[in-house]
């Protein structure tokens, strides 16, 4: 009894002492601290979860059953762990860049999401998985019962049920513990992994412990063991090639689909880089760890009494033998194997289950309300607790049910050719790009079938599951049909038949199916990232952890949301967490609100990619892409639609602009006019009155004083009156107001009219002109025509200084325009004049004639009302100016030559 | 007492109406009818009232002022400015050149003939 009590309370101090660990290390790792957890001996000795209380036990008996045959289980994931190494490099880089979850979701995501796939992988792995719980329950209940057993008093005992269910509910109550704590995006349980590595080191210790008290306590010595073993019935197994090969691929396939297999090596990995230790030390792990199993088995055949269970031999031997300390320790590595399996396994399919079957039927039954709620995410939690809770009960009712009878390796690999049937379609995904989602719900759904019916279905025993009928004559007695002889394969071994069949039909199907099918376009998207995950997905480089992290959020949010709000964001949350500066750990729940506060800036899937491209070490998922470049579009959208507002409002204001600055000098231009008018009035008006006054007030004015003076007040009104006469007339020209009177006239004829209007005395001032060249018929406003040449043979009497002053007229044709040049003889107009002798108010020379500067002002705007033009002609040997006019080619034509 | 006055004014019947109003009054008159060369005239006439248009082909009046001005042997020369442009700054701008009367056109002949009585006067 006091053996007994003990153990008791040495499992009690083992399990709190993990509980600690577990706590210690998800505090440190919640903090950022702790690079320790993140070594790759962590990583490998987590992988350990592979050797099960199965290898801890059940290796010894399948060696005193089945002989070297045991090697096979060792000799499947070591060959994968070295030769498949870039396999699992590419599992573990298409987990990290499409943030899987697990091996339903990795299945479910590489072909199109598809949660039919994802619910289906769930529930066989569910239903692989729940046999292997339950042996491990039977491995710690009848580790107990073996010490118990052993006690020299028949005390009273718990039962074996009772004790496997509370074995059950502690690692229930563990696994919700450190399983649930978060729902960390990337799924890692940094305390869980740790108290798996601790375990790891523990079962190993036990078992090599064990083993060299065997050798060298009980056998004697090395050589000794060897004569044991050799002398034993272990050497005469016969060894059956097929079973080897088929055993060998099955550990292999099963290492790389099992569920917590997936977990530890995909979800839980934090660094690439910690494959390529796991590469070596994990099979030097495995080789450890199989390295006593023949001495003990031998031994045990050797030294036990006959009908002792196999699979008890690493307890019983040192029981026997009186080493109750190290039967303890065996027993404790056992139970830490056991444990291990159950906590990763039950957090591995709780996940499948509460992601992929209860929140889908849960969104269903609250129509999608709860999404945009934040009671999401305790939903989520609460489904995964009650998963975990639902698995590990499950396993008990298993055992229960079954009775713990069978042997442990029978129960491990029917379990094994179970999950492997996950194989052609992860494979198939990971590397042919037209693997599809039909080909693999069929090729999954057939291997299952074989599985069951072959070998899942027969395992409970003749007459349980099946009727005897069906395994001697075949489903509905069709012969072929046999469970254990498919298509006539008879004499075969049961479990290589079943998984022969199971493995090879489930790879045709699913070959064949994808051919035969077409994938959807998410699929054909997927694949791809899948396949060519190397080349889409940089090398992710290892979690830095902590306030590094904090510093590059920081960094990436001041771009985003500005440096005063982001550091803002950042000190409240340091402070909020009771840290002293300015950043704050990267906690789960720091992250989701910088999330939320950077959505609103470059949106959701946005937002979501950045952190996670910091926090997770992650690559971004062809979806995150989608829906960046859905957001990306709407931005640029929104921001092409403000681009051209802001474009519509500078135009407009360059028009303002452009207005303002013509009505600025259009004000000036309206002042120097006024003032111009001004003086132009004035001017007359100077005259006017001070003769007139002159007239009034002076006595003895001669009579022809009095004459010039009355003709000067005459004149200067007459000028007056032009002068108001040529501003009206131009306001009307520049309005547009002018009335054109359209005639059709000799050009001859109007030069006369102009010449003699101009009053021009032709004997002091010679006119040329050229008849022949005048002789053209015009169509057009005769009289404001008139006025131009008027005005321009006026400026010529006016302006023309020669002492024998000609004026030449010449008319010429030029394509469909009528060119009429005013060419004088005089000095002509300065260069620096030519260009303003055509605006108002401007004079030639120094002289004034009387005008008052609007003459070739009015006769611009008389020419662009008749659609012609009139310029100054420079470089001539005098003043000229040239009149042109449209000449439509009828009226040209009637041009006349004498 | 002098009585010297030069007209510069390029407008002829206004020169013609200055003329008689000042030469009835006794004051002998000189004109001057372009801008280019009026100080010239002002040098070479020395006279004791200078009467200046402002609108003058070839320079204007306001730069004839300042010519005066800057001449230290006319700098004191009395000038009366005589302008169609009626405005409030071309008073300014001409007091500011240091001009002694301004007068706007038209102007009553009486004021003219007062106005140059008192410059020559004081």
Known sequence: MATLNVLVLVCFLYVTFLFAIAFGADRAARRGRGTWLRSPVVYTLSLSIYCTAWTFYGAVGFAARSGLEFVTIYLGPTLVMIGWWWTLRKMVRVGRSQRITSVADLISSRYGKSNLLAVFVTVLAVIGTTPYIALQLQSVTLSFATFAANEPTGTELPSQQSIALWVALGLAVFTILFGTRNLDANERHHGVVMAIALEAVVKLFALLAVGVFVVWGLAGGIGETLARIDASPIAAWEVSGSRWVGLTMLSAAAFLCLPRMFQVMVVENEDEGHLRTASWAFPAYLMLMSLFVLPIAAVGLDVLPEGANPDLFVLTLPLQEGRDGLAILSFIGGFSSATSMVIVAAIALSTMVSNHVVMPVWLWITGGSAVMSGDLRNVALLARRISIAGIVLLGYLYFHMSGGGTALAEIGLVSFAGVAQFLPALMGGLFWRAANHTGALAGLATGFAVWMYCLFLPSFGPSSALPQAVLDHGLFGLHWLRPQALFGTEGMDPLVHAVMWSMSL????????????????????????????????????????????????????????????????????????????????????????????????????????????????????????????????????????????????????????????????????????????????????????????????????????????????????????????????????????????????????????????????????????????????????????????????????????????????????????????FIDNGSGIPTDHQSMIFEKFSRIGETKAGGAGLGLAICREIMARLGGDISYLPGQSGAAFRVTLPQSPDTAGSTASA | ??????????????????????????????????????????????????????????????????????????????????????QVKDRELAEQSGVNRFMTKPFSNADVLEVVRSMVAS
């Open chain 1, 506 to 821: 489930n790879t045709i199907v699913f070959v064949t199916v994808s051919i035969i099918s077409f994938p959807r376009p998410v699929e054909r998207l997927q694949g791809a990232q899948f396949v060519n995950v190397f080349e889409h997905s940089g090398n992710t480089a290892g979690w830095t952890g902590g306030l590094a992290q904090s510093e590059d959020l920081l960094i990436m949010s001041q771009r985003i949301i500005g440096a005063p709000q982001a550091q803002a964001l950042f000190a409240t949350a340091a402070t909020r967490q009771g840290l002293a500066g300015y950043l704050p750990e990267p906690s789960p729940d720091f992250l989701q609100e910088l999330e939320r506060e950077l959505s609103g800036s470059v949106g959701a899937a946005t937002a979501h990619a950045m952190i996670s491209q910091i926090v997770g070490g992650a690559t971004v998922s062809v979806e995150d892409l989608m829906a960046v470049a859905d957001e990306t579009a709407q931005i640029m959208e929104y921001s092409s639609r403000l681009e051209a507002k802001t474009e519509e409002q500078e135009r407009t204001a360059r028009q303002l602009r452009e207005a303002n600055q013509k009505l600025t000098q259009l004000s000036v231009q309206k002042d120097a006019f006024l003032s111009q008018i001004s003086h132009e009035l004035r001017t007359p008006m100077t005259s006017i009155r001070a003769f007139s006054e002159i007239l009034r007030d002076t006595r003895g004015l001669k009579a022809a004083e009095k004459s010039k003076y009355a003709a000067i007040i005459h004149d200067e009104t007459v000028r007056l009156t032009r002068l108001l006469d040529d501003l009206l007339d131009l306001s009307v020209l520049e309005n547009g107001q002018v009335v054109l009177n359209s005639q059709t006239g000799h050009l001859d004829a109007l030069l006369d009219r102009a010449i003699a209007a101009s009053g021009l005395d032709k004997r002091t001032f010679r006119i040329e002109r050229d008849r022949l060249a005048e002789d053209v018929m015009l169509t057009t406003d005769l009289d404001r025509l008139a006025q131009v040449f008027i005005n321009l043979i006026s400026n010529a009497r006016k302006y023309c200084d020669s002492a024998s002053p000609v004026l030449k007229i010449a008319p010429k044709r030029q394509n469909d325009r009528l060119l009429i040049d």
């Open chain 2, 1 to 86: 007492m002098g009585r010297r006055v030069l007209l510069i004014e390029d407008e002829p019947n206004i020169i013609e109406a200055v003329s008689f109003i000042l030469s009835r009054d006794g004051w002998d008159v000189k004109t001057h009818s372009n801008g280019h060369d009026a100080i010239d005239a002002v040098r070479a006439r020395r006279p004791d009232l200078v009467i200046l248009d402002v609108m003058l082909p070839g320079k204007s009046g306001f730069d004839i002022l300042h010519e005066i001005r800057s001449d230290s042997e006319l700098s004191g020369m009395p000038v009366l400015m005589l302008t169609a442009r009626g």
